[in-house]
């Protein structure tokens, strides 16, 4: 499971997530994922505009993408995955669910395999 941590970093934030759900509408989400990872500072700005300006560069059918912004199609799903995310305890990136057993922060190999292997004998 993918765990967000878009509402800790503000609304600016929960907007880019948006936009990237709503090019996935479209089948763009990796396009709009690396857009605005290469458009970070002006996201801090009128985030919307951005948004639509980055969803017309890479082809998107402009009114159903500012549509599903104008909607917040998926904000109630983002709330509740940050909610899931509070309950196991994640404040930080990155995490790795492992069938259940979380490990937090970057791992060994030798960690990784220990897990896997456990798991893999029962």
């Not at 985030?47 to 009114?63: K, M």
């Not at 990155?94 to 960690?111: K, M, N, Y």
Request: hydrophobic share 45%.
């Amino acid at each position: 499971m993918i765990f967000n941590l878009v509402l800790s970093h503000g609304e600016y934030s929960v907007q880019a997530h948006l936009a990237g759900e709503c090019a996935a509408e479209q089948g763009y989400f990796w396009q709009m994922h690396d857009l605005l990872f290469q458009n970070q500072a002006a996201l801090w700005g009128d985030t919307q505009a951005v948004v639509r300006q980055l969803a017309a560069e890479i082809g998107l059918d402009s009114a159903e993408f500012n549509t599903c912004m104008a909607d917040q199609r998926y904000l109630d799903g983002l709330y509740s995955q940050d909610e899931l995310r509070k309950e196991h305890g994640i404040r930080g990136q990155p995490v790795f669910d492992i069938e259940g057993d979380f490990l937090f922060g970057a791992q060994s190999f030798e960690t990784f395999q220990g897990i896997i292997e456990a798991k893999l004998a029962q």
